[in-house]
């Protein structure tokens, strides 16, 4: 048994082993070492993963070793890498970082069911992420979903449960109008591999049946992914759940959503479907560009610290969905980036809440007056994060906006300079709610709100390594653009 | 026969949009978990329709016969597991039913606004 | 090597006075002219090596494909960063007069902020590229703010944020769409002589660009994009003479200058009709704030108005596009920094002396305060133009400029500027001497603290010094025109 | 004759789905639902889909309507009569009942044989499985060997909900403080003569029932799932009649935990023994030295493992809800 084959499997198995022993674990502190010890193996075998796929090793495995169409077959390739590293990574930092916080916000005795909930929604974006099978990708949905309702269900406020009622009941509809996409694909095609899928569908392209199905699929994986009519679950979902979860599904959950539909529509129906490029951009271009002026505009005015910032992720996967719906190398290259780049500059922004969440309760606006000079560290990594948000130079977050306005300048004509101004808008009005942010914590005076003193060191220290991590990928983003890049050939290669 | 050649997908159809409609007006909360329940039992009678073959039986093989056609045996594996997510969601969604009535002291979803508003 | 040392110097000695202001105030203090001196020393041992015609040029690495941080000494920079390095010493001289005499609170923070932002006026003058040009760019915004908020209470704020408001609006606003089209127009954003733009982009497209980029630095302060310059008047004098002489407001018109002669080259804008604009924008901006200054009561806002017609002469000098012109342009930087620091050295010494901030309470401070006054005489001369001091050089060269190029729009406008100017400063120097006190108006004070006067002094000498040996000068501006 | 009956069903099908959205008493409307599930169970049956049937049956008709009776005694039994904006709704589903409708006739036509369905994957789990699992339920060898993952995402679906409705459960319950409402033995059922006789005299058979169902999945309709709903039904059934505290006695807590856990671990554990001996994950036929008879072995196991799982989760779920009022 030598692990670097099993690698793709692994990356699933090994959750999959931990999640019903950290269920029997009674002590707290064993069940949290349990799964911080897991999230870690499982970001070492995402950064091997990525190591392989970096140097031109394509990872295809057969469940139960039967040939393709016949058995599931797990396939990595570079978007997936980059998405695996999101998702093992936000876990792993969320994880470490938060001990005290989760401890304080959930019973002893409940913990052990919390951290296997945990183990199973990181097991379940893996396998989506990870697997090659329509069907599969479902049931992995599921997995993920049930898991990540129960942690958000966790959150203290009472307000958090009709959140996640909420929650739930759109990411049912959303998962079963997949379900319903897949059973019609393969109503027409006799088959559940993706590229099979792409291959049997040319000739039944045109038919009704298909074009429904094309229809129900993005439908369902936009309402998972919060594009943005279809996302008035997740401000309140990320307020309300406890703060590190927050941090693990800001960063990833919505992304792998987005996975999907990218993988569908350009392995499956872009190629076959006649102008399905023309649908896919008509549908999704006005779609970013509301996203990201009409959530933008919300983030303005929201007091709510946290709801702000989940406002502001809905923005951000305007930009994602912006970048894709060019249908271009350059533009797939800028949304993979922003994938990327998003999750850290994110997932920094709400570690840094998390750390002022030791101390200071309720997490309004006005809350968190003047607390900078008690938290000088805190908001130091808040602001970074918030430069990295806006996209300011020798930030991760402005390598993804200058890639992504070369490409729609790229686009050319009238549309290219709209978009640019759509872009330009978008990252000012991130700078003002940032800056309202800044001011708020750094101007307003501290009035007679309790002494607060800094966050503990732990949590610090991982705040400011993502921090920090924001500045490297400003600088040497080598990595992420490389992976970027081959994400982008390998889905418009089967575009010709 | 014609007919009834698509008189299954007309009632997916029609069940389908019942569980949605209920999901969407329904304002109370079990009403809601109802309609979700229909939805995607509506979706399982999509699957199964596929795997029928004119004249075919079950797909079990028994051992002398030999000039048997079968159904498709993979719409109801899919189906199999679909059922269980079904419940799986249900049961999560009750449960989360339980915890609000016990928050809120109401299951209605207007009621729980309004205490949200006030407080 | 060099160059990165020029960057790293103001970069690790911010720290060390981090450090420093820890311990006590002298060590911040001595830390602080050590580094301004190093600073000093490396960025002139660069002058003989360009003099010679040689262009050293490093690049540090390679962010994506196509824009890599790479560093490249021509003329113009070499001439940017000697002139703010240097300034840097007289300022941090003046700094330790203004702020002991004013007892400021939180200094340490306001010198480490003040050596980020040098560090970053370096790498704009240096800058080799489009990318490096625009990533110091934006350090410089961010590293200043502080200073502009020094204070803290809700003014300062609210003007600081207008501060910032605009120029981070301007820079990712227009700034960074114009530097991506040049990107994909040209292939490259590297300076090269005779300007990379020449046959990519034809027609309209040449006005438009242009547009983005001189609206775009918003710290050129050309008129509709002014606002923040007398919003940044509420920072401490120092703070100031920083942004008006030695690094933010120079770092707008130089990387105007810069772009216009390296990316855009003088000959392909001179063929472009549409780019003729830049001209008339420029002169109005000049004509406007000129006005402005004259019905201001405050001395630090009129100086501001004042330093914002200035600049313009710099960009209008260089939208002349003739080589005397531009010649012009870069000596007219130099002088308007010698004076406007003097000018705001002066303001500052008032301040700190008599906490004089409006026009009409400086009657008869001529006799209180005669070595301020008299430097704050030579600066204001410099500004009119009169010819023992420096900003007559400049005005001489442009206005041959303009003779060469028979711009009379140009010309027209120099006089006008130079009448108006002449109306704002000549009164202020006459009530200074001529016009006896009025009695019991303000407490009697003597002159500003020793450091500052110190201060004064130097630049004043260095505004008439300039006049007379300024070889050097021309010789590197020159190189500028001609390859 | 199958036709008209099939049609029959299918509208009866549609009048139940109706009814249970126009129900004002939640009670009737869960009721509602479970003869909603044993039509769709019919329905399976004459599509030849003999294991969907059984489990929809078993799990659908029979564990549904449990947890629901269970959460409907928790909260409210009649739904408050509100009028929502019924237009834009109504508009929005009419149009997507027309879109599907719409898509309906391009679709093969029921038990069409030249379906594309028919032509690519599925002669071949026909064909091979008699050579290569040599079990004579293709549905089971399907479940359990070529599609092996499914099924263990499945068993982790199961084992999630369970987990999630006992981190829910287990929080205080605010309105604690007031009053403990049943008297600390719950008695179970007050007129209970007739119930507890049968029942006790029903319990065994219904286990023996489920074991059967577990282990005769390779030759007929059954298998995991079906059997460890059946097997905790019948334990439902025994708490009901007995009361809950006996049904905890015989079956405590830390069991159920230890078999909702077990059940899922073995799954993982065989797939991860079978990547020891050189095969892929999930590769039965390196079990033993004859690959046909490794991969029933495997399919036993798995099988084993689901019905541990499924009972030991339903049987947790249900004292969840049923521990909640005196928690």
Redesign the interface.
């Known amino acids: 048994m030598n692990p670097t084959e099993h690698l793709a499997a692994l990356q699933v198995v090994v959750p999959f082993l931990a999640a019903p022993l950290i269920v029997l674990l009674k002590a707290k502190r064993l069940a949290w070492a349990a799964t911080t010890l897991t999230s870690l193996l499982t970001f070492c075998i995402a950064i091997a993963l990525t190591m392989g796929v970096l140097d031109g090793q394509n990872y295809q495995y057969f469940m139960g070793s039967w040939p393709a169409p016949y058995g599931i077959e797990l396939k990595v390739d570079a978007f997936s890498a980059v998405v695996l590293l999101i998702i093992t990574g936000a876990s792993t930092s969320a994880l470490i970082a938060g001990y005290h916080s989760l401890d304080k916000q959930i019973g002893a005795k409940r913990q052990p069911m919390f951290f296997a909930a945990w183990i199973l929604a990181l097991a379940g974006l893996a396998g989506i992420v990870v697997s090659a099978d329509a069907f599969n990708i479902f049931v992995f949905m599921e997995i993920s979903s049930l898991a990540s309702y129960v942690l958000v269900a966790g959150g203290p406020d009472r307000r958090a449960l009709p959140a996640v009622f909420k929650y739930l009941i759109f990411g049912t509809i959303g998962a079963t109008f997949y379900l319903i996409g897949v059973g019609l694909i393969y109503m027409m095609t006799g088959t559940l591999n993706i590229e099979d899928m792409g291959v049997r569908i040319a000739d039944v392209a045109d038919q009704s049946p298909v074009l429904v199905a094309a229809g129900f699929i993005t439908v369902g994986l936009a309402l998972k992914a919060a594009l943005f009519p279809l996302h008035i679950w997740l401000p309140n979902a990320y307020t309300f759940a406890p703060h590190i979860v927050t941090v693990f599904l800001a960063a990833c959950a919505t992304k792998v959503s987005l996975y999907v539909l990218f993988r569908f529509d350009f392995f499956v129906f872009q190629e076959n479907l006649g102008g399905q490029q023309l649908h896919f951009t008509f549908f999704f271009l006005p779609l970013s560009v509301f996203a990201i002026l009409i959530a933008s505009a919300v983030a303005l005015f929201e007091r709510n610290l946290k709801r702000l910032l989940a406002w502001s992720s809905v923005a951000q996967i305007g930009y994602i969905v912006l970048g894709a719906s060019l249908v271009s190398i350059a533009g797939l290259t800028a949304s993979v980036l922003h994938v990327f780049n998003h999750a850290i500059a994110k997932g920094s922004l709400f570690l840094a809440v998390a750390c002022l969440a030791c101390h200071i309760k309720r997490l309004r606006l006005t809350d968190i007056a003047g607390c900078a000079k008690a938290m000088p560290w805190t908001m130091g990594a808040m602001v970074l994060a918030g430069l990295s948000l806006i996209g300011v130079p020798g930030t991760a977050g402005f390598i993804s906006k200058w890639y992504l306005i070369s490409a729609v300048l790229e686009l050319g004509g009238a549309t290219g300079v709209f978009l640019t101004a759509v872009i330009v808008l978008g990252s000012l009005m991130a700078v003002i709610y940032v800056w309202r942010i800044v001011e708020y914590a750094y101007f307003k005076p501290q009035g007679k709100k309790p002494a607060v003193s800094e966050a503990p060191f732990g949590i610090l220290a991982i705040t400011w390594i993502v921090a920090i991590g924001n500045l490297y990928f400003g600088i040497n983003p080598e990595l992420a653009v490389t992976l970027s890049e081959s994400a982008a050939s390998v889905l418009m290669g089967h575009n010709k | 026969m014609e007919l009834l050649g698509y008189y299954n997908y007309w009632v997916f159809a029609i069940v389908l949009m019942v569980g949605f409609y209920a999901v969407i007006v329904r304002n109370n909360l079990i009403k809601k978990l109802l309609g979700l329940a229909i939805f995607q039992s509506a979706v399982f009678l999509m699957y199964i329709t596929m795997d029928k073959v004119e004249g075919a039986t079950a797909p079990i093989i028994q051992e002398g016969v030999t000039d048997q056609i079968y159904s498709n045996p993979l719409p109801q594996v899919l189906i199999l597991t679909a059922i269980v997510v079904g419940v799986s969601t249900t049961a999560l969604g009750l449960a989360m039913v339980v915890r609000i009535k016990e928050a809120y002291g109401s299951i209605e979803e207007d009621d729980i606004i309004a205490k949200d508003r006030k407080s | 090597m060099t160059i990165i040392a020029s960057l790293v110097i103001p970069f690790i000695g911010a720290i060390g006075i981090a450090l420093a202001g820890r311990f006590n105030d002298n060590l911040r203090e001595a830390v602080t002219l050590i580094t301004a001196g190093l600073l000093a020393w490396t960025v002139w041992s660069l002058l003989p090596e360009i003099l010679a015609g040689g262009r050293p040029a490093i690049s540090v690495g390679e962010i994506v494909p196509g824009i890599e941080i790479a560093f490249k000494v021509e003329p113009l920079g070499m001439l940017f960063a000697a002139l703010a390095s240097g300034l840097w010493i007289v300022n941090s001289i003046y700094s330790i007069g203004y702020m002991r005499g004013n007892q400021e609170k939180n200094q340490t923070r306001f010198y480490t902020f003040f050596a980020i932002a040098l560090s970053a006026a370096m790498g704009i003058a240096f800058s080799g590229n489009l990318f490096t040009l625009f990533l110091f760019y934006e350090v410089l915004t961010l590293s200043t703010y502080p200073l502009v908020s020094h204070k803290g209470d809700e003014k300062t704020v609210r003007s600081a944020r207008v501060y910032l408001g605009v120029l981070i609006t301007t820079s990712i606003g227009l700034f960074l769409p114009a530097i991506i089209w040049t990107y994909i127009a040209a292939g490259t954003g590297d300076f090269t002589m005779g300007g990379i733009l020449a046959g990519k982009i034809s027609g309209p497209e040449v006005g438009l660009l242009l547009g983005l980029f001189v609206f775009g630095i918003g710290k050129a302060a050309v008129m509709p994009v002014h606002r923040w310059l007398p919003a940044a008047m509420v920072a401490p004098t120092p703070v100031s003479a920083l942004l008006h002489a030695v690094a933010v407001v120079k770092a707008g018109v130089f990387s105007i200058t810069k772009i216009i002669v390296y990316v855009f080259g003088i000959d392909f804008l001179a063929s472009a009709p549409s780019a003729d604009w830049l001209m008339y924008a420029a002169a109005f901006t000049i004509i406007a704030a000129s006005l402005v200054a004259l019905k201001q009561t405050n001395l630090k806002r009129l100086l501001a108005y004042s330093t914002i017609a200035q600049l313009s002469y710099v960009v209008m000098a260089t939208a002349i596009l003739k080589p005397l012109a531009e010649i012009g342009a870069a000596i007219h930087m130099v002088a308007h920094a010698f004076g406007k620091i003097t000018l705001f050295f002066a303001a500052g010494a008032i301040y700190v002396a008599s906490k004089k901030t409006e026009l009409y309470q400086l009657r008869g401070i001529g006799h209180r305060m005669p070595w301020t006054m008299t430097a704050f005489t030579i600066g204001a001369l410099s500004m009119i133009g009169v010819p023992p001091t420096a900003g007559f050089v400049s005005k001489w060269y442009i206005l041959a400029g303009a003779f060469e190029a028979d711009n009379y729009v140009a010309i027209a406008t120099i006089i006008g500027s130079t009448v108006l100017n002449a109306a704002y400063f000549l009164p202020i120097i006459y009530y200074a001497w001529f016009v006896p006190e009025k009695p019991g108006v303000g407490k009697d004070h003597g002159e500003a603290p020793m450091m500052a006067v110190l201060a004064l002094t130097i630049t004043a000498t260095l505004t008439i010094g300039f006049f007379l040996f300024n070889a050097t000068a021309l010789e590197l501006e020159r190189q500028l025109v001609s390859p | 004759m199958i ?1 008209i009956f ?2 029959f069903l ?2 009866l ?2 009048i139940t ?2 009814a ?2 126009r129900a004002e008493n ?1 009670f009737v ?2 009721m509602l ?1 479970a003869i ?2 044993l039509l ?1 169970a019919a ?2 049956f004459i ?6 049937a059984l ?2 049956a078993a ?2 008709a029979g ?2 309507t449990v ?2 009776l ?3 005694s ?3 039994e009649n ?2 009569k ?1 009028e ?1 904006s ?1 237009g834009v ?2 508009s ?3 149009a ?2 027309l ?15 030249e ?8 002669p ?3 064909s ?3 050579k290569l699992i040599d079990i ?4 089971t ?3 359990g ?10 068993v ?6 369970c ?13 604690d403080k007031q009053s403990r409402r049943t008297p600390p033995e719950s008695i179970g059922l007050r007129h209970h003569l007739i119930p507890k006789v049968v029942g006790r005299l029903l319990f065994p058979f219904i286990v023996l029932f489920g074991l059967y169902v577990q282990f005769h999945g390779e ?3 059954g ?1 995991g ?1 079906q059997a460890g709903a059946i097997i905790a039904t019948g334990i439902i059934l025994f708490a009901l009649l007995e009361g809950e505290k006996t049904a905890l006695a015989a079956v405590p807590h830390s069991v159920m ?2 078999m ?3 059940g ?2 073995l799954y ?2 065989v ?2 023994v079978t ?2 001996m ?8 390196v079990l033993s030295s004859n690959p046909v008879f490794g991969q029933q072995m495997g399919i036993i196991l798995i099988e084993a493992g689901v019905g541990i799982t ?1 009972c030991g989760a339903l049987l947790a ?1 249900f004292h ?2 049923a521990a ?1 009022e005196n928690y």
């Open positions: 036709i099939a049609v299918l509208t099908l549609v789905a109706i249970i959205v939640l409307a869960v639902m909603f599930s769709m329905n399976f599509l030849d889909a003999a294991d969907v489990t929809e799990i659908g564990v549904t947890i629901f269970g959460a409907l928790l909260t409210a739904e408050k509100v929502l019924r709704a109504m929005i589903v009419t997507t009942t879109l599907l409708i719409y898509a309906t006739f391009e679709k093969p036509k029921l038990g069409d044989p379906a594309p369905v028919h032509q690519h994957v599925a071949w789990y026909l091979e499985t008699p004579p339920n293709v549905v060898a399907v479940l060997s070529f599609r092996a993952y499914d099924t263990l995402g499945e982790f679906v199961v084992f999630t909900a987990i999630g409705v006992l981190f829910l459960l287990s929080a205080k319950n605010p309105a030759y007929g309709p298998g799932f935990m230890a909702v856990a077990g899922a671990l993982t554990m797939g991860v990547m020891f050189g095969g892929n994950f999930l590769d039965y036929s499924v779920i969840a809800f909640r």
